[in-house]
């Protein structure tokens, strides 16, 4: 039975040298293509039960719209059955709709709320 002696690896080619003897090593920089992140609407549904009050109230507080906006929102709800009151990334998208349930849950409201993304 015959042995098969290992081969040794090739070297690479002699690399050009720094002036102090080191050799240099050149990286080529590729520009990265970076998407900006998927975007999600948060929406507050119409119901019959809910004040009008309350929602301006939750609109204000956990969107940071002033008194006009949040009432224009509002009768945007009330009138169409759906309206949006901001546009995030989906945590704090998810975080907002969390909020808003939580405020309607212990006002003893049935306001809806959902995120939905953006395409």
Same mark, same amino acid.
Do not use: W
């Given at each position: 039975?015959?042995?098969?002696?290992?081969?040794?690896?090739?070297?690479?080619?002699?690399?050009?040298?720094?002036?102090?003897?080191?050799?240099?090593?050149?990286?080529?920089?590729?520009?990265?293509? &970076?998407?900006?992140?998927?975007?999600?609407?948060? @929406?507050?549904?119409?119901?019959?039960?809910? !004040? $009008?009050? /309350?929602?301006? $109230?939750? &609109?204000?507080? /956990? /969107?940071?719209?002033?008194?006009? @906006?949040?009432?224009? &929102? $509002?009768?945007? &709800? =009330?009138?169409?059955?759906?309206?949006?009151?901001?546009?995030?990334?989906?945590?704090?998208?998810?975080?907002?709709?969390?909020?808003?349930?939580? @405020?309607?849950?212990? @006002?003893? =409201? !049935?306001?809806?709320?959902?995120?939905?993304?953006?395409?």
């Amino acid at each position: 039975m015959a042995t098969k002696k290992p081969t040794n690896p090739t070297l690479p080619t002699e690399t050009p040298s720094t002036p102090d003897g080191g050799a240099t090593v050149v990286l080529e920089r590729r520009a990265q293509k &970076i998407e900006p992140p998927q975007m999600y609407q948060v @929406a507050m549904l119409n119901d019959d039960y809910t !004040p $009008m009050e /309350f929602v301006v $109230m939750v &609109i204000q507080e /956990f /969107f940071s719209k002033d008194r006009e @906006a949040a009432t224009q &929102i $509002m009768l945007k &709800i =009330h009138l169409d059955g759906k309206g949006v009151c901001g546009v995030y990334s989906r945590d704090v998208a998810a975080t907002k709709v969390d909020q808003v349930l939580d @405020a309607a849950k212990q @006002a003893g =409201h !049935p306001l809806q709320c959902v995120s939905e993304p953006i395409e």
